[in-house]
């Protein structure tokens, strides 16, 4: 019975997560110049549903409400990097590519992450396979972006960039807050994250001129936000952390290489998005990275 719902928690994540990206882009399209306010409303309504459910899952006492330093430092960096940057980043980068390059370059965070753990935690230091996994990921990144000297300044290439910058806040999120000892609950602590995230990016969407007004929003824009605050993040980051504690970080983190493959599927069959050649061999080097950089952990998986 475990097992089952284990596997039935694996699939939700990936289905929910892959089609987020399909999500996103059908978003922007109903609320053109605003992709900061659209990130902002998708944490909110996150966090309108997953906060009172992290109150029940943490149980009798007050571990969903961040009281100590540690506690304050998890939610901080998870506001400023994880959630509110990071989307931030990635909704503003997908409204000049598709769902599947977002997808895939996005996938490369576990990767990155493992590099400034390296940095950051002395006792995690780089053996020559992790130092190898990385590189391929970031040949990966650059099959899929393909620089040229003719196409650096266009929008296609700013929006590789942001989505990759999106990567690596999830990264320094998620290795910053390694460094603070929290008692609160993760998911307490994840909820919190999207709820400061959202009310952070606000006020960032007005400085950057984006106008607040859901006047030209269709059914289907409500639909899209309905399952990216609900499905893709409630519902998933809930899953997600289940999952790491009844399978543990490293096979959790396996999900994120299923994501690009649903993210492909769908934005195909709906959006009419191409795949191409160099989508796949990019995610092919960025999977056999992941791959190099916990070898050790997924030999003792399989072992």
């Not at 430092?73 to 599947?100: E, W, Y």
Request: with cysteine; charged share 5%.
């Amino acid at each position: 019975m475990l097992r089952n719902r284990t596997a039935a928690l694996f699939v939700y994540c990936a289905l929910a997560w892959g089609g987020s990206f399909v999500a996103i882009k059908v978003g922007l399209g109903a609320v053109p110049g605003a992709p900061v306010f659209f990130a902002a409303l998708r944490l909110l309504t996150a966090s309108v549903v997953i906060l009172p459910v992290a109150a029940v899952l943490a149980g009798t006492g007050d571990r969903w409400i961040p009281r100590s330093r540690g506690d304050l430092a998890v939610v901080a960096f998870g506001a400023l990097f994880i959630t509110g940057g990071a989307n931030a980043l990635l909704f503003a980068g997908q409204q000049s590519v598709t769902s599947s390059v977002a997808s895939v370059l996005f996938s490369l965070n576990p990767v990155i992450a493992t590099a400034l753990a390296a940095v950051v935690i002395p006792e995690d230091g780089l053996s020559w396979n992790q130092v190898a996994g990385v590189l391929l990921g970031i040949l990966g990144v650059a099959v899929v972006a393909q620089p040229s000297p003719s196409t650096l300044g266009g929008a296609h290439v700013v929006g590789e960039l942001l989505v990759f910058a999106s990567a690596l806040f999830v990264a320094i999120g998620s290795v910053a807050s390694q460094r603070y000892p929290a008692k609160i609950d993760t998911v307490a602590s994840t909820a919190w994250s999207l709820c400061l995230g959202g009310v952070l990016l606000l006020p960032t969407a007005w400085l950057l001129g984006e106008p607040f007004t859901l006047a030209s929003a269709t059914p289907t824009f409500y639909a899209a936000l309905a399952y990216l605050g609900v499905v893709a993040t409630a519902g998933a980051y809930a899953a997600y952390f289940t999952l790491i504690a009844e399978i543990g970080a490293t096979r959790t983190t396996l999900v994120s290489y299923f994501v690009p493959l649903v993210t492909a599927t769908l934005s195909v069959a709906f959006l009419g998005e191409p795949v191409t050649l160099a989508l796949v061999g990019g995610f092919a080097l960025i999977v056999c990275g992941f791959l190099l950089v916990n070898r050790r952990a997924i030999a003792r998986m399989v072992a």
